[in-house]
């Protein structure tokens, strides 16, 4: 009997949170107000009080995280090549220049060594990614950017309920930018928040955020820069909101799935298939995924159809970025970040989110030791 579509990930919404979402409906105003307030206060909160503004995708946090920084023309700005395009092409978006590093060959995220070696006088920000929600070495990041005057915008897309030494991820550090996307731990079927550093930053991200708009009480409105559509809903904020109230059981559970695969795959499972399994860290990942890295003897696609076969649904986070068409057009080339192009061609997402079960797990691992064999 063949057994039901197991997908790589799925967002799982409560009945209260449906619920609230039809009060919204019900209440006469759907766009902006009251409840991306009340996200917003419980955001800033749970941020450890910094301020934070809401936005209706990560890639526009992103971007105008960079617009905050003053990013621009005439700016370099050093990224990681294993990311969703997003993190590179938002660079692109406000004028700079996307500048890769290589990455860690056991992480995957960014290698400070050569982040450290890709800094010119043009260099203006750093934009680190926690791939699948693994930090990178937070303290050796901020020293290097202090050292070199440079600002750091977290791409913490993935790192929802992510930590560093204790400190969640967010709560310290520079400007910090989430995705509510529809596959991350904590989703409002689309959307981001920023973390930001003052009122300064959180006034010239709200006018980035809505057409340049400065109200003016009664007296009218005035625009003094080019901001854009990028506010969040009251519907999506009342799905955050309920998904928030269950962040901390979320991040257990994810937790609790990882070590159950690290149990399944069992000792001797990378000696025997040549895989590689990810860095077992209980303490700080949010385990936003679960991601092995494919041996030589089998092709991605061969892997993935494999996979499918047997019902099991695989993604694939992410192919390089500098080999893309538009990157390849702006001077990037096969060769110039070998260990992303090596893993950037053999990395998998196994199934991974909030309701899977034990046995789900263990029929993965099952599947990718059959396939594997
Ligand atoms: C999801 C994601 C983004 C983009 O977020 P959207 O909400 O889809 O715009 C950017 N960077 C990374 C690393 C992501 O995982």
Redesign the pocket.
Known sequence: MTQPFLPFSKPTIDEATIAAVADVLRSGWITSGPKVQAFETMLSEYFGGRPVRTFN????T?EIALRVAGIGPGDEVITTPI??V??ANVIIEVGATPVFADIDPVTHNIDLDQVEAAITPRTKAIIP?YLSGLPIDMDRLYALAAKHNLRIVE?A??AIGSSWKGKRIGTFGDLVSF???AN?NVTTS???CLVLNNADETRLAEKYRLQGVTRNGFDGIDVDVLGGKFNMTDIAATIGLGQFARIEAITAKRRALAKHYFAAFGTGFEARSGAQLPVADFEHSNWHMFQIVLPQRITRADFMEKMMAKNIGIGYHYPAIHLFTLYRERGFKEGMFPIAERVGRRIVTLPMFTAMTENDVERAVDAVKSVLQ
């Open positions: 995708s990560g890639t526009c992103m990311s969703w997003a993190t990614v791409d897309a993935q995705s509510f996307q991350k689309e959307g981001g």
